[in-house]
């Protein structure tokens, strides 16, 4: 076990006293894969070394042990370092030999009590690790598939798969690893798979999934359903709206009670758009021997005018463009909830990817030793959930989040070492 004090720090206080569900505590029962041989450093204290240098801002081992070792004499007091911060190559080793599965068992027991995932709308989706491509020996670009909690904002679960095509594989193992009662979950398109959809039902949640060109019988049976369904209820209306002329009294149409329909309106970066949503809670038109689990279909119309105007300012009269999505749903729902789910699948790439890009730059990693790839994105989705969790920077901005951690030891080792960190309301 890593807390062998022969081969790295003393008992000291931080440990006897740590929290026994902190993250430091689960961390601590990884078995170390090394060598004992000239091993000076335990495995817990390489975690916890490298979730700081992340949260202070670090990409990279070699920098990130430069800062390290100006803060040597505290972090070797606090943590009882009997040879001092680690070399950046002890941490390349160290993560490129730990087993990713059992990192990701911990990652996840360290989230069971703190992220209740029951009602919870689960986000998943694929990311590029562009710069751990091994183009000299013509290997593909890794992709992360991760799962994002979005209300709640933070990463739930990762697994590794060697190129997007690969996700559909990957999709299914991960969500293995997931508790998805009564959760709702939504993938793009490469997720419209009659195994992904069972799997989730099987695991007690719902799926919201968009049928496009991979299942082109599914997706031409849901439009025109849906088309049909749309142009009735316009007669409808209409047809009520002449009758209430013609009586000189309001007589309400009749509607499908099974039909629902929700509208958005946006407008930003000179561009107008509307968002129509549309639901049947009653998915005859689906081939129920092929896709025994749908209950509900859906439809999303995205028009779009981008605003441009002429030399005289006179704004130009331009086609709108008209993007259409159909969905398959394992529960009945409003329109509106739809377009919650619909909507808000988004986040995980505007919360989550992009932070790990523009903040963590994942993106630029060039670890591809062994399981490096996969448990330095599971090391960046850690701090990243750290933050997140944490009330006390909760209304700062990326900068004012590392200057924090970076002067503040004791807020960093409350993260790591306590329990402390805001269970999130459902």
Avoid at 326 to 348: D, K, L, N, V
């Amino acid at each position: 076990m890593c807390g062998d004090t022969e081969n790295g720090g003393g008992e000291d206080m931080i440990y006897r006293n740590m929290h026994l569900d902190s993250l430091a505590q689960i961390l601590s029962t990884i078995e170390d894969p090394r060598d004992n041989r000239g091993k000076l450093h335990r495995l817990v204290d390489v975690f916890i070394l490298a979730i700081i240098g992340i949260l202070w801002g670090h990409t990279d081992f070699t920098n990130m042990v430069v800062e390290l070792k100006y803060h040597e004499a505290t972090l070797s007091e606090k943590l009882g370092l009997l040879h001092g911060i680690p070399s950046h190559d002890t941490f390349s080793a160290v993560f490129s030999l730990i087993d990713p599965a059992i990192f990701l068992e911990c990652f996840i027991e360290w989230l069971r009590d703190l992220a209740q995932t029951s009602g919870q709308h689960i986000a998943i989706d694929g990311k590029a690790v562009k710069a751990a491509c091994d183009k000299v020996h013509g290997k593909l670009v890794p992709y992360l598939v991760n799962a994002f909690a979005t209300d709640m904002g933070i990463c739930i679960g990762q697994i590794r798969v060697n190129e997007k095509t690969n996700e559909i594989k990957g999709i299914p193992e991960l969500l293995e690893w997931l508790d998805l009662e009564g959760a709702v979950i939504t993938i793009d398109a490469i997720g419209c798979q009659r195994d992904i959809a069972e799997k989730i039902v099987e695991k007690g949640g719902n799926f919201v999934l968009p049928a496009k060109e991979n299942q082109p019988t599914l997706h031409k049976d849901i439009l025109l359903e849906m088309e049909t369904k749309i142009a009735e209820k316009e007669f409808a209306v209409e047809y009520a709206a002449g009758l209430s002329n013609r009586n000189k009294e309001t007589i309400p149409p009749k509607l499908n009670p099974n039909f629902d329909e929700y509208v958005q309106y946006g407008r930003n970066h000179g561009r107008l758009e509307r968002r129509s949503y549309y639901v049947l809670n009653d998915a005859a038109c689906v081939d129920h021997a092929l896709w025994p689990y749908v209950k509900s279909i859906g439809l999303v119309r995205r028009e779009r005018q981008v605003i441009h105007k002429d030399s005289d300012d006179n704004i130009i009269d331009e086609t709108p463009s008209l993007e259409i999505e159909t969905y398959i749903m394992s529960t009945e729902m409003s329109a509106e909830s739809f377009a919650c789910y619909a909507r808000g699948h988004w986040a995980i790439e505007n919360c989550l990817h992009w932070v790990l890009d523009d903040w963590l730059r994942e993106d630029r990693c060039t670890a591809r030793i062994g399981h490096a790839t996969e448990n330095l994105g599971l090391l960046r989705r850690l701090a990243f959930n750290l933050m997140s969790l944490d009330p006390a920077v909760s209304q700062m901005s990326k900068k004012a989040k590392q200057i924090y951690y970076r002067n503040d030891f004791d807020a960093v080792f409350r993260l790591l070492f306590e329990y402390t960190v805001r269970s999130v309301e459902m």
